[in-house]
């Protein structure tokens, strides 16, 4: 189809799950993209497996001064960039009694600090190009519908979706032909969900179904499903659409 041709985008946590599959799909559909990886390693093999279209890049998304040197990375290599997916986070499981200051302070750094620093790095350069450009922020169906056990992830996600209004709001006001919206996936089959059904102790067919049947169709979801939800907020074909939560969730957020 070959929907984002011309097109430079940079996904964050690109070297697995979602990132990856995002990141992946963008580049089969025309764009350039920047891998963006904590270890250069990590997005070197990523990189290597699209192919000449993709860019490695070391990234700590908590850390504004690694941004500005990510983005000023894109920019000596392509001189632009048109889309900005904030995929990188965590997800620990802890009550509010139980999660630990480092871990509450770790949820906020990545899953919502991470993306307000990558807003503000690459508005510049994605003001400069002139063209329509998108923003899209990975937030979660527990970022709309709250469950216990997730306090610091459901909270940090739940702030994300409202900033990414806030921005979207602002970006629209300001006249930019930039617009930002957040992506909610449900129980999503990635190495992050592993470590989720790990976590409750069950065996792993046992947890796997108790998540499953938490979503009315039945089944977990796949990174290639988050990551087709991206590429029509990433392409033209959105482009009356901004401030908007997109669901990809099998139903969850509206079962009983």
Request: hydrophobic share 45%.
């Amino acid at each position: 189809m070959n929907a984002l041709t011309g097109k430079v985008a940079l996904v964050t946590g690109a070297a697995k799950g979602m990132g990856k599959a995002i990141a992946t799909l963008f580049a089969r559909e025309g764009a350039r993209v920047a891998i963006a990886a904590r270890r250069i390693e990590q997005a070197q093999r990523v990189a290597t497996e699209i192919g000449e279209a993709a860019l490695p890049v070391v990234l700590d998304v908590t850390e504004r001064a690694s941004w500005d040197q990510a983005v000023g990375t894109v920019d000596a290599h392509w001189g632009r960039l048109d889309v900005l997916v904030n995929c990188a986070g965590i997800s620990e499981s802890a009550s509010t009694e139980a999660v630990t200051d480092e871990a509450w302070h770790r949820h906020m750094r990545t899953n919502l600090d991470g993306p307000f620093h990558g807003c503000r790095a690459c508005l510049p350069l994605m003001r400069r190009s002139g063209e329509p450009g998108s923003i899209i922020n990975i937030s979660s169906l527990f970022g709309q519908r709250p469950t216990p056990g997730f306090s610091a992830y459901c909270t940090s996600k739940a702030a994300l979706t409202f900033f990414t209004k806030v921005f979207a709001l602002e970006c629209a006001a300001a006249k930019l032909p930039i617009r930002v919206n957040s992506v909610h996936p449900g129980g999503t089959e990635t190495a992050m969900l592993e470590q989720t059904l790990a976590a409750t102790g069950l065996p792993r067919e046992k947890a796997y179904e108790y998540f499953a049947r938490l979503h009315p169709m039945g089944r977990l979801g796949k990174a290639e499903e988050v990551a087709a939800a991206c590429l029509w907020l990433a392409s033209d074909a959105s482009s009356f659409t901004t401030g908007t939560e997109i669901n990809v969730d099998g139903g969850a957020l509206i079962r009983p």
